[in-house]
Each structure stands twice: as C-alpha cells, then as structure tokens.
C-alpha cells in the first residue's frame, strides 16, 4: 500500500515537473528566435519587397509591422502573439501565417506520422531480429543498412527513388499529393483519413500512391537510428539476470525475446522517438522540397527564398512548439512505462 502510494506520488510529481519546465525551455526557445532573427542584416521588409513598391509604401509596411518599434515593444508583440494563437501577417502573402499553418500542416504531419510509423516497424523489427541473431548475416546485413540509409541524405534518396519508380519503371507518381485528374472532396485536409470518411476509395488509393515514395524516402532515413537502438537494447536486455533465470525455467528462446527482452528494450526507443519527431520536421522539409509536397516545408522554403522572414518567424515558431509538445508527451509516456525516470 504504502510503495503503491510512494509509486504514485513520484509519478506525479514527474509529470508535474515536466509540465512546468515545458512553457520555461519554450519561452527560451522562441526568445532565442526572435533574437536570431532580429540580429540578421538589412531590412525584412525592404528585403522582401524590394524596388516592387514606393519608399512611400515601404515606410507605410515598416508601420503597419511594426519594424520602427524597439525589440522590447516587438518582442512584446510578438510573445503575446504566440499566447493568443497569433503568428503574424507574411510580407509577401495576404493570408495570415496562422492561415497557412491551417491549410499546410495536415500535409506535412501526414508525411510525418507515415514516415514514422514506416520508420519504427522496420527498426524495431530489424533492431530486434539483428540482437536475436547476433553476428550472423542478418545482424551484419541490418547493420550495414542502418548506417548506410542513415548516412545518405534525404534529398539524393528522394531523387534516386524518383528516377527508379516514377521515371524508369513508372509505378508511382514523381511528386505532389494528388492527381490533378482526381476530384475529390477533404474536409480534414488529411488525406488518408477523408478518404475514409466520404469513402471514396479511388481518391483514397491515390492519395497513398503519392505518399507512399516520400514517406519511404523520409522513413528509411530514420530507421537507421531505431534499428541500432533496438539492438543494442535488445542484447542488453538478453544479458539480463531475469533473461537467463527464464531460459534456466525452459522457456522457449522466442518466447524469452518477445515476452520478456523486447518490452524493456523499446523503453529507450520510446525517448529516442521524440527526438527523432524533430528530425523528422527537418528532414521533411527536404523531402517535401525534392517531391513537390505541399506542406509546411515547402511554404518555409518559399518564404526563405521571398526573404519574407516574419512569415519565415511564424512557422518556425509552430514547428518549435509542435517539438516541445511532442517531447513533453514522449517524457510523459516514458515516465509511465518505465519507472526508473521518476526517480
């Protein structure tokens, strides 16, 4: 009763704990980009504009965003901005960027959980068969591939996987996230899923043909990194007391794997993908570059090249808070598998 009661209060107060140190490194975060951005030569909106308007009007846009202010007053904007949901009006777009964000996130966070989820199956599974066979073909051969695919950038993936599949042997489409030939209705913007909804299954297939290239691209990428650390968790594991007492018991070997060894040796994983989440953003960004996708990446990228870098300040203030809410869920989760963290 009484380490039932101690088991609960520590988990408590982890949770606790996390949930106040969040908004902390978040304030830092988005502090360190709004200096980061402010330190940068020349003016954003000249920058953006350029000769395309008067000295007139490009007063008039320095008023109205607030450039002329001092870092105090933008910096002041710009934090109560973040709190209400506000991430500011682009120079070079008449939508807000809270707007954009709406209409390009489900996108990118389809390419994301897809190029997860395809990411943690294939190193887990390879991870794990590599640590059951230990030194043997398939451990040597799925430890050559998680440090080659690991290695090998996203964009010369993406590139090679265009040239085999769409251009020589023409299986799936080049890019894009949908057939110009196919109308359809998305009320979510998540693809998949209203395919599901409206049960339309010729737009249902075709939205996964389009995202089935840069998800694999985007998902081999990351799957070097579960699978050595499922591995090197699993032969952890595997030397463990509580291993040999079941293999003393005669329990089967597979059944020691899967039953016993596999469970707490994803415990580190489980960390590793909140960190893998923010690559994953990153790398996502290339990937929607090389496949023509239309999400969030693509629109930063725009945005870089239109030097319009209060639209460029809006969604990198998103994706950092998407990280520090990911990471906070992940510490959450890890807290409750494993009980060693809360202490």
């Given at each position: 009763?009484?380490?039932?009661?101690?088991?609960?209060?520590?988990?408590?107060?982890?949770?606790?704990?996390?949930?106040?140190?969040?908004?902390?490194?978040?304030?830092?975060?988005?502090?360190l980009l709004f200096v980061l951005l402010r330190v940068m030569p020349g003016d954003p909106?000249?920058?953006?504009?350029?000769?395309?308007?008067?000295?007139?009007?490009?007063?008039?846009?320095?008023?109205?965003?607030?450039?002329?202010?001092?870092?105090?007053?933008?910096?002041?904007?710009?934090?109560?901005?973040?709190?209400?949901?506000?991430?500011?009006?682009?120079?070079?777009?008449?939508?807000?960027?809270?707007?954009?964000?709406?209409?390009?996130?489900?996108?990118?966070?389809?390419?994301?959980?897809?190029?997860?989820?395809l990411a943690v199956v294939i190193g887990v599974l390879a991870g794990a068969v590599g640590?059951?066979f230990r030194d043997g073909p398939l451990d040597v051969g799925g430890r050559l591939f998680?440090?080659?695919?690991?290695?090998?950038?996203?964009?010369?993936?993406?590139?090679?996987?265009?040239?085999?599949?769409?251009?020589?042997?023409?299986?799936?489409?080049?890019?894009?996230?949908?057939?110009?030939?196919?109308?359809?209705?998305?009320?979510?913007?998540?693809?998949?899923?209203?395919?599901?909804?409206?049960?339309?299954?010729?737009?249902?297939?075709?939205?996964?043909?389009?995202?089935?290239?840069?998800?694999?691209?985007?998902?081999?990428?990351?799957?070097?990194?579960?699978?050595?650390?499922?591995?090197?968790?699993?032969?952890?594991?595997?030397?463990?007391?509580?291993?040999?007492?079941?293999?003393?018991?005669?329990?089967?070997?597979?059944?020691?794997?899967?039953?016993?060894?596999?469970?707490?040796?994803?415990?580190?994983?489980?960390?590793?993908?909140?960190?893998?989440?923010?690559?994953?953003?990153?790398?996502?960004?290339?990937?929607?570059?090389?496949?023509?996708?239309?999400?969030?990446?693509?629109?930063?990228?725009?945005?870089?090249?239109?030097?319009?870098?209060?639209?460029?300040?809006?969604?990198?203030?998103?994706?950092?808070?998407?990280?520090?809410?990911?990471?906070?869920?992940?510490?959450?989760?890890?807290?409750?598998?494993?009980?060693?963290?809360?202490?």
């Amino acid at each position: 009763m009484v380490a039932t009661r101690a088991r609960s209060g520590s988990l408590r107060t982890y949770v606790l704990g996390r949930l106040a140190f969040a908004p902390v490194f978040l304030f830092l975060l988005l502090t360190l980009l709004f200096v980061l951005l402010r330190v940068m030569p020349g003016d954003p909106i000249a920058a953006a504009l350029g000769d395309r308007i008067s000295a007139e009007q490009l007063d008039a846009r320095r008023e109205a965003a607030g450039i002329n202010d001092p870092l105090l007053v933008q910096y002041g904007r710009y934090m109560s901005g973040v709190i209400q949901g506000d991430l500011g009006t682009p120079v070079t777009d008449p939508r807000s960027v809270s707007e954009i964000v709406v209409d390009r996130f489900p996108a990118t966070f389809e390419l994301t959980m897809f190029a997860m989820l395809l990411a943690v199956v294939i190193g887990v599974l390879a991870g794990a068969v590599g640590a059951r066979f230990r030194d043997g073909p398939l451990d040597v051969g799925g430890r050559l591939f998680a440090i080659m695919i690991y290695a090998a950038p996203v964009f010369w993936l993406g590139i090679l996987a265009q040239l085999l599949f769409a251009n020589r042997w023409g299986l799936l489409p080049t890019g894009n996230r949908m057939s110009a030939r196919i109308s359809y209705e998305a009320p979510t913007g998540f693809y998949m899923l209203d395919g599901f909804l409206t049960r339309d299954w010729t737009f249902l297939w075709t939205a996964f043909q389009h995202l089935l290239m840069p998800g694999l691209t985007l998902g081999l990428v990351i799957s070097g990194v579960f699978i050595r650390m499922v591995r090197v968790n699993m032969l952890q594991t595997l030397r463990s007391d509580y291993v040999e007492a079941a293999h003393a018991r005669g329990i089967g070997g597979r059944r020691v794997l899967f039953r016993h060894a596999f469970k707490n040796a994803l415990v580190p994983v489980v960390t590793i993908m909140g960190l893998q989440f923010a690559l994953l953003l990153g790398g996502a960004i290339l990937t929607e570059t090389t496949f023509s996708w239309p999400g969030l990446g693509t629109a930063l990228v725009g945005f870089i090249n239109r030097r319009d870098y209060v639209a460029v300040q809006g969604i990198v203030t998103f994706f950092a808070v998407m990280v520090v809410t990911v990471s906070l869920l992940i510490d959450i989760i890890n807290g409750l598998l494993d009980p060693r963290v809360r202490y």
